[in-house]
């Protein structure tokens, strides 16, 4: 078959983490006769400097045209430390989400077995977890009114969910506990908030249609600690936009490396796949930066195209990468792999899925992996 696919690659370590990613896709396309056919397009910083605008229309435009958006990340130093910035990168993110209508964001957190030692949580605590949080993206307080008096002493941001928007993540995260182990937790904080009320009475509505789904609720202060606590404890958890970006964020400790957390965002029409960590300034253009969450990035659009077997030949050599340690240096300070090193040797595990070809020798010095 063949696949249109956006390709947004961003600011910071966005380009370099992206293009391993592409490796793998395209490894995916060779064996299993695949083309994707790649629409590079500008967002973010990058954009800002070029047009002024931190998402041309000509993005918009390639992006509704594509079968998925593969994106890296955005920001830039330069806008973070200044407040008065009428226009940053993030405006592009927030504004791609909102026109293509991708409400529904999906980060799933694991414990990989072979980086339980570089989480600060305990083996006993974090062995065996694995969470799908369920964000909604396109409402809440990220897009509420804001405003600031003229005296700039008072600011204000407006939070605003209805029924219609609850509800249609509701139903995705429900159908997704069907899959797996059939336990739905709500995060909100239902004790102060009207929003967390419309929440909680809109999802209980909704849970006589998913009888074998277990639904439960906590606040999010409570959540943000039983996450550290006990997270294997959660299945799925659904949440409303500014609760889910600081659950999420907390969620990735458990993995050992946020540079391991993929995630897609998913709209009627359209969706995006991004790894969940941010532009990281610092390693820009150092060959440094762990690709491995761009990489699962794809397996999930894989996903979306329904192209499963694919996924998972991608997660498969994911999971050989961190077994063998041919890792980035956040992960494996003693021997670390280049970004590029690391994205070769995804491709070349999904070309070859055989062990027996594998010569270690090689790829402890960096060259061919496969005999
Ligand atoms: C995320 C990011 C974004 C968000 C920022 C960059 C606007 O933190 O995707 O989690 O807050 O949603
Ligand atoms: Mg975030």
Not at 105 to 131: C, F, W
Not at 270 to 287: L, R, V, Y
């Given at each position: 078959?063949?696949?249109?696919?956006?390709?947004?690659?961003?600011?910071?370590?966005?380009?370099?983490?992206?293009?391993?990613?592409?490796?793998?896709?395209?490894?995916?396309?060779?064996?299993?006769?695949?083309?994707?056919?790649?629409?590079?397009?500008?967002?973010?910083?990058?954009?800002?400097?070029?047009?002024?605008?931190?998402?041309?229309?000509e993005?918009l435009?390639?992006?509704?045209?594509?079968?998925?958006?593969?994106?890296?990340?955005?920001?830039?130093?330069?806008?973070?430390?200044?407040?008065?910035?009428?226009?940053?990168?993030?405006?592009?993110l927030?504004?791609?989400?909102?026109?293509?209508?991708?409400?529904?964001?999906?980060?799933?957190?694991?414990?990989?077995?072979?980086?339980?030692?570089?989480?600060?949580?305990?083996?006993?605590?974090?062995?065996?977890?694995?969470?799908?949080?369920?964000r909604?993206?396109?409402?809440?307080?990220?897009?509420g009114?804001?405003?600031?008096?003229?005296?700039?002493?008072?600011a204000?941001?407006?939070?605003?969910?209805?029924?219609?928007?609850i509800?249609?993540?509701?139903?995705?995260?429900?159908?997704?506990?069907?899959?797996?182990r059939?336990?739905?937790?709500?995060?909100?904080?239902?004790?102060?908030?009207?929003?967390s009320?419309?929440?909680?009475?809109?999802?209980?509505?909704?849970?006589?249609?998913?009888?074998?789904?277990?639904?439960?609720?906590?606040?999010?202060?409570?959540?943000?600690?039983?996450?550290?606590?006990?997270?294997?404890?959660?299945?799925?958890?659904?949440?409303?936009?500014?609760?889910?970006?600081?659950?999420?964020?907390?969620?990735?400790?458990?993995?050992?490396?946020?540079?391991?957390?993929a995630?897609?965002?998913?709209?009627?029409e359209?969706?995006?796949?991004?790894?969940?960590?941010?532009?990281?300034?610092?390693?820009?253009?150092?060959?440094i930066?762990?690709?491995?969450?761009?990489?699962?990035?794809?397996?999930?659009?894989?996903?979306?195209?329904?192209?499963?077997?694919?996924?998972?030949?991608?997660?498969?050599?994911?999971?050989?990468?961190?077994?063998?340690?041919?890792?980035?240096?956040?992960?494996?300070?003693?021997?670390?792999?280049?970004?590029?090193?690391?994205?070769?040797?995804?491709?070349?595990?999904?070309?070859?899925?055989?062990?027996?070809?594998?010569?270690?020798?090689?790829?402890?010095?960096?060259?061919?992996?496969?005999?």
């Open positions: 078959m063949k696949y249109t696919i956006a390709v947004i690659p961003g600011d910071g370590i966005g380009p370099e983490v992206t293009e391993q990613a592409k490796k793998a896709l395209n490894a995916v396309g060779d064996v299993y006769d695949h083309t994707f056919i790649y629409k590079e397009a500008m967002m973010g910083a990058c954009a800002i400097d070029a047009t002024g605008n931190p998402l041309p229309n993005t435009a390639v992006c509704r045209k594509s079968d998925a958006i593969l994106f890296g990340a955005i920001g830039h130093p330069k806008y973070d430390n200044d407040p008065t910035a009428k226009v940053r990168p993030e405006q592009g927030l504004k791609i989400r909102k026109e293509l209508g991708l409400f529904c964001n999906v980060r799933p957190v694991k414990a990989y077995e072979q980086l339980i030692e570089n989480s600060p949580l305990k083996r006993e605590i974090i062995e065996g977890t694995d969470i799908s949080i369920y909604e993206l396109t409402g809440g307080i990220y897009f009114i804001k405003e600031l008096s003229d005296d700039g002493q008072i204000f941001d407006g939070c605003s969910y209805s029924v219609e928007e509800e249609r993540i509701a139903h995705l995260a429900f159908k997704e506990a069907q899959t797996r059939k336990k739905l937790t709500l995060v909100d904080k239902a004790n102060v908030l009207e929003t009320r419309l929440w909680r009475k809109t999802v209980t509505a909704l849970a006589i249609q998913y009888p074998d789904v277990a639904l439960d609720f906590l606040f999010v202060d409570n959540a943000a600690m039983q996450m550290i606590l006990n997270p294997k404890q959660f299945d799925v958890i659904l949440t409303e936009n500014l609760f889910g970006d600081i659950i999420s964020d907390e969620a990735s400790v458990i993995g050992g490396s946020i540079g391991l957390l995630s897609a965002s998913v709209g009627k359209n969706a995006m796949f991004e790894p969940i960590h941010g532009s990281f300034p610092q390693a820009t253009g150092k060959d930066a762990n690709p491995l969450a761009s990489i699962l990035s794809a397996a999930m659009l894989l996903h979306h195209l329904g192209l499963h077997k694919e996924a998972a030949a991608v997660e498969r050599a994911v999971e050989k990468s961190l077994s063998l340690e041919i890792t980035t240096e956040d992960l494996n300070k003693n021997k670390p792999f280049s970004t590029s090193k690391v994205g070769d040797f995804i491709a070349d595990y999904i070309e070859n899925q055989d062990d027996s070809v594998l010569n270690f020798q090689n790829i402890h010095m960096g060259q061919s992996t496969i005999i």
